[in-house]
Nanobody, 124 residues
């Protein structure tokens, strides 16, 4: 069992930056691929980024590529999402998720554990 807790969301003006953190419980964090997803009101949950177990490999949705960076610190059981050049369309609840099978997936259905989410609001 893994518990995930996101933090770092908030209100920011367009063009600004935020760094989200996702702290995981347990001693097997380094075995999991970690994903970031977001969900805006009235919309389906959307893939944002994925990072592999070691942190060497990442993959991003086209909508955030070049602006967002995922990283992880396995010693701290934490994964991060650095978000720069934020746009109003980035407004959503952001979730981190863990895949024990480490599939490096963009599909939410392949993640077993989820955090509670953190709200990011970007004003124009």
């Amino acid at each position: 069992q893994v518990q995930l807790v996101e933090s770092g969301g908030g209100l920011v003006q367009a063009g600004g930056s935020l760094r989200l953190s996702c702290a995981a419980s347990g001693r097997t964090f380094s075995r999991y691929a970690m994903g970031w997803f977001r969900q805006a009101p009235g919309k389906v949950r959307q893939f944002v980024a994925v990072i592999n177990r070691s942190g060497i490999s990442t993959y991003y949705a086209d909508s955030v590529k070049g602006r967002f960076t995922a990283s992880r610190d396995n010693a701290k059981n934490t994964v991060y999402l650095q978000m720069n050049s934020l746009k109003p369309e980035d407004t959503a609840v952001y979730y981190c998720a863990a895949d024990p099978l480490a599939r490096f997936s963009i599909y939410a259905t392949e993640y077993e554990y989820w955090g509670q989410g953190t709200q990011v609001t970007v004003s124009s």
